[in-house]
């Protein structure tokens, strides 16, 4: 019995170092992804106006379709979410007040971390999906800057955003990228298409705002970035065909599918989607209605970064 024990003993004492080492290594990788820096990409100084209507274009992104306040809530505070083993996720408090950007946050900051998803000490964000952002023209940036400069600011303290032990060996396999590590830093940003209800401005708006759940075909499938947890994102080629432009912004406002059924809020955000006029609601409708129908989950945002 005694050699027995002694075996078991030794046994444990190698895997419990096995494990030791393994998630110092975990640990290690994950910290050296996460510390990477990319000191030679800048941000962009665009020229931001202040008169109303700028400002007014600015509020209208964020909290519409623009979906910014799906992330930082409405009033732009930030919000957190125990994900458990994964991670604790936090979006950052991005008004000026305590606890947000600081007094000498610059447009150059912003188009760092919203188009190339870098902050400001140059290491890559995760969760902030600069990937299809980096599609919104220096008009839309400079007004959503303006916004910033003048909503009203929250003191909200917010801790940092956090990958537990799950989402670190995650990390480290490659089924989680830092935004900086997929962006395209040489993307041209486009021109914003005159802003009316139209299929070009419905494009500009989608790039936007749905691109990133809904995959760069709208064939839907998993959410990339999402909870866990979340229901795959519909494929909007298909979906669309039942909508008319009418019961397309009901849904927008509502979340009430055209067959009567209710979205789960949580992964489609309704909440802030609902804030679309009606001609962005129009200008939507006409592009993603007119998509040509694609098979369901026929792309993958993972498998794209992956190749590129």
Same mark, same amino acid.
């Given at each position: 019995?005694k050699?027995?024990l002694?075996?078991l003993?030794?046994?444990l004492?190698i895997?419990v170092?096995?494990?030791? /080492? +393994?998630a110092g290594?975990i ?8 510390s990477?820096t990319y000191p ?13 209507a700028?400002v &007014?274009r600015?509020?209208?992104?964020m ?11 409405? @009033?732009l505070?930030?919000?957190e979410?125990?994900?458990?083993p #994964?991670a604790?996720?936090v979006?950052? $408090?991005?008004t000026f007040g305590?606890?947000?950007? !600081? ?5 150059? @900051? ?6 190339h998803?870098?902050?400001?000490d ?5 969760i902030m999906?600069s +990937?299809?952002l980096?599609r919104i023209?220096? =008009? @839309?940036?400079?007004a959503?800057y &303006?916004?910033?400069k003048t909503?009203?600011?929250?003191d909200?303290e917010?801790p940092n +955003?956090?990958l537990? !032990? ?5 990390? /480290?396999?490659g089924?989680?990228l830092? =935004?900086?590590?997929?962006?395209d830093?040489? #993307?041209?940003?486009p ?8 299929? =070009?401005?419905?494009?500009y ?14 064939s839907?499938?998993? *959410?990339f970035e999402?909870d866990p947890?979340?229901p795959?994102?519909a $494929?909007?080629t298909?979906h669309m065909?039942?909508y008319? $432009?009418?019961?397309f912004?009901h849904?927008?406002?509502?979340? *009430?599918?055209?067959?009567?059924t209710v979205?789960d809020?949580l992964a489609?955000p ?13 200008a939507l +409708? ?7 129908e694609? !098979?369901?989950?026929? #792309?993958s945002?993972?498998?794209?970064f992956?190749k590129?």
């Open positions: 019995m050699p027995f002694k075996w003993g030794i046994a004492g895997l170092l096995v494990l030791v /080492v +393994f290594y640990f290690w990788q994950a910290s050296s992804i996460m990477q030679d990409i800048k941000g962009k100084n665009i020229y931001v106006p202040s008169d109303s700028t &007014a600015g509020r209208q992104l909290r519409g379709v623009g979906t910014c306040g799906a992330c930082h809530g409405l @009033d505070s930030g919000q979410q125990d994900m458990g #994964f604790y996720y979006a950052p $408090n991005i305590k606890g947000g950007l !600081p007094a000498n946050y610059s447009i150059q @900051d912003l188009d760092l971390i919203v188009r998803g870098i902050k400001r140059k290491t890559g964000a995760l999906p +990937f299809h980096n023209s220096d =008009e @839309d940036l400079a959503i &303006a916004y910033l909503a009203p600011k929250v909200k917010r +955003f956090s537990g !032990p799950i989402g670190k060996m995650v990390l /480290v396999q089924g989680l830092t =935004e900086a590590a997929i962006t830093h040489n #993307f041209k940003s021109k914003r298409p005159e802003i009316a209800p139209t299929a =070009e401005y419905g494009k708006l989608a790039e936007i705002a749905c691109m990133g759940c809904h995959a760069q075909n709208y839907g499938g998993k *959410v999402g947890k979340w795959s994102a $494929n909007l298909k065909k039942h008319t $432009n009418e019961s912004a849904f927008l406002k509502t979340g *009430v599918r055209a067959d009567g979205v809020t489609m309704i909440y802030a989607t609902k804030f679309a006029d009606s001609l962005e609601m129009a +409708f006409s592009y993603l209605s007119a998509l040509p694609q !098979p369901d989950s026929s #792309f945002w993972h498998e794209y992956s590129h």
